[in-house]
């Protein structure tokens, strides 16, 4: 049975910084890509960030509107994926969701979200 277990998220005052994790268990974490995705109130689920596996791993893509501020990262032995926040503004207020893709399968598997808010 997968699952992904992300950290609680907080109240951060803008401009602060904030570092979610999100820990996988039964797949084989090295070979899925990893991703967060969050969903503001009222709105579509949109892509924060992914970081490739496999024999390609660490490659990584973010949205125009993160860039810069937001770094995802993964720890393989930890079977782990991270999201450094830095610079939060309000617009980043949203349920922040974790996500495994096997590319070789396509199954897609989602954490049961978090939380993060900022406050201006």
């Known amino acids: 049975q997968v699952q992904l277990v992300e950290s609680v998220g907080r109240l951060v005052q803008a401009g602060g910084s904030l570092r979610l994790s999100c820990a996988a268990s039964?797949?084989?974490?090295?070979?899925?890509?990893m991703g967060w995705y969050r969903q503001a109130p009222g709105k579509q689920r949109e892509l924060v960030a992914t970081i490739t596996g496999g024999t390609i791993t660490g490659g990584t893509m973010y949205a125009d509107s993160v860039k810069g501020r937001f770094t995802i990262s993964r720890d393989n032995a930890k079977n782990t994926v991270y999201l450094q926040m830095n610079s939060l503004k309000p617009a980043d207020t949203a349920v922040y969701y974790c996500n495994a893709l096997n590319t070789f399968t396509d199954a897609k598997y989602w954490g049961q979200g978090t939380q993060v808010t900022v406050s201006s």
């Open positions: 039964g797949l084989i974490f090295s070979l899925n890509r």
